[in-house]
């Protein structure tokens, strides 16, 4: 999946560490360790997809505008919203949260 940039917004070191220390406590043995990791980490990545469709659905419904605003054009939301990427990036991020959310991206209903 392509993903549009996260400039502007960083993690803190020390939360990671403590997210990572979560899922894997004081675990020594190697082999658990990874199976923690490898099941830890596709949990992740399937909430970074279900973000990802979610942050394209927004820019959708910038671009389309909401009761009487009127929607942003590629131009106003790359200026204004999404640092970092090019304007026919936003018109392919647009056109992703048109489609809905992205394929495999769980969704709480």
Known sequence: ???????????????????????????????????RATAAQAHHEAVVRALQGERDMALAAMNAGTGSAPGLSYAEIQHHVTVGLSRSGVQKAVERGRRGPAQGAARAD
């Open 1 to 35: 999946m392509t993903t549009t940039p996260t400039l502007g917004f960083e993690p803190e070191p020390a939360d990671i560490a403590a997210e990572v220390e979560g899922h894997l406590g004081n675990v020594t043995d190697p082999l658990e360790r990874y199976n």
